[in-house]
Structure formats: C-alpha cells, structure tokens
T-cell receptor, first 115, second 118 residues
Framework: EAQVTQNPRYLITVTGKKLTVTCSQNMNHEYMSWYRQDPGLGLRQIYYSMNVEVTDKGDVPEGYKVSRKEKRNFPLILESPSPNQTSLYFC??????????????FGNGTRLTVT | AQTVTQSQPEMSVQEAETVTLSCTYDTSESDYYLFWYKQPPSRQMILVIR??????QNATENRFSVNFQKAAKSFSLKISDSQLGDAAMYFCAYRSLPPGNAGNMLTFGGGTRLMVKP
C-alpha cells in the first residue's frame, strides 16, 4: 500500500532532550516536506526537500534540522526541544514539484509534547 | 508572501443540508493552485478538491464544489447533502507555481471545524 509513515505517533519529552521523528515513503517520491499544525494557524512548513541531499527552509525552520540521505526517508530532528515546539507534526511527499497532477500525500501525524 | 484566511473557526450544518466554508487569500501572482483539505479526527489530511487559477470553471468533486472568485481572491467550499462523515477540520491552501522556491510550499489557512448535526 502506498503510504507515508511517520513514527512515533505520540511523543512526550523534556526540554533539551534531542529527538528524531522519522518519515518514510514507499512511492519513490522526489519531494518531501515537514509541517507543524497549531490551533488557529493551520499548517506551516518547516523544511522541504526536492530530492536526495537537497533540502531547504520553509516558513518556520528555527529549532529544527532535517536530512535527506536516501530518497525514501526524511527525518525531522529537534536538537534541543523547547515547549514552544509542542505541536502536531506532519510529513508529506509527492512525486515531483507537486501540483494538480502530483498531489501531496500526508503521513498520519506525530503529536509532540515538550515539557 | 501569500496569506490564506479562513474567517470561520467553526461551522455547523444539519445532516442532508448544504454548507459553505469561506476562504480568502492574498497574492500578487496571476496563476496559482488552490486546494481544500479535510482532516477528520483520525488526523489524516485528505485532499478534497483543487483548482487552477487560470481555469474559470469551478471545480466539482461529487458533493463538493468550489466558488472561485479570482478578482475577489475568494475560494469557498460548498458541501451539498452533508453527511455525518463530513464532520472534520477543513483547510484551505494556496500554492504558487514554479519556478522559484515559493512554488514548493503550500500556505494553509487556520482551518474551519465543521460539525454535522444528525
């Protein structure tokens, strides 16, 4: 089944403890991205990647890192999480620079709480 | 930068009736894409409908249709014959066309929570 898989689904951690949220897609998609969702703000893009070894900042990249060493994986790294990074995170992918013919496929989200 | 505004944080509709969700956006571009996404309690993001700005004809997908008013920068979603399964958060989204990095990002509105009453 074609899908974007994020893990974990829920994560509670403490301030300053490094964490990684994994994202993997099995559709051979070139484009992958990370969003965070906050009440009233919708989804805001953190980082995106057009292909292997190519990443770029979105609207809210501060405090996050990403890497794209393989086409299928695009992990999100929080080196020193802070409470303002408590949010719902989504990974998404598409075949190319997405548009009407290449829709964005989303993972099921990761609910992160930083205390 | 583009902005997308959904002015209705919550809406409710009686089952089998019609409801319209509003979305406005701000852009100086002449061509772009617009989307509506549905997010049920399961947290999945499901693409409902999409529209290319250069197309004057409003997109339709079964019970879902849009009213795209380019001059007014308005992109509302109409749900006909509402069903209990339509209860969800709905997000309007804007995407620039490439080239340029702006074409690689979706800009979302803040969302509208739709409740469907039996």
């Amino acid at each position: 089944e074609a899908q974007v898989t994020q893990n974990p689904r829920y994560l509670i951690t403490v301030t300053g403890k490094k964490l990684t949220v994994t994202c993997s897609q099995n559709m051979n998609h070139e484009y992958m991205s990370w969003y965070r969702q906050d009440p009233g703000l919708g989804l805001r893009q953190i980082y995106y990647s057009m292909n292997v070894e190519v990443t770029d900042k979105g609207d809210v990249p501060e405090g996050y890192k990403v890497s794209r060493k393989e086409k299928r994986n695009f992990p999100l790294i929080l080196e020193s999480p802070s409470p303002n990074q408590t949010s719902l995170y989504f990974c998404a992918s598409s075949l190319g620079v997405f548009g009407l013919r290449s829709p964005l496929h989303f993972g099921n989200g990761t609910r992160l709480t930083v205390t | 930068a583009q902005t997308v505004t959904q002015s209705q944080p919550e809406m409710s509709v009686q089952e089998a009736e019609t409801v319209t969700l509003s979305c406005t956006y701000d852009t100086s571009e002449s061509d772009y894409y617009l989307f509506w996404y549905k997010q049920p309690p399961s947290r999945q993001m499901i693409l409902v409908i999409r529209q290319e700005a250069y197309k004057q004809q409003n997109a339709t997908e079964n019970r879902f249709s849009v009213n795209f008013q380019k001059a007014a920068k308005s992109f509302s979603l109409k749900i006909s014959d509402s069903q209990l399964g339509d209860a969800a958060m709905y997000f309007c989204a804007y995407r620039s066309l490439p080239p340029g990095n702006a074409g690689n990002m979706l800009t979302f509105g803040g969302g509208t929570r739709l409740m469907v009453k039996p």
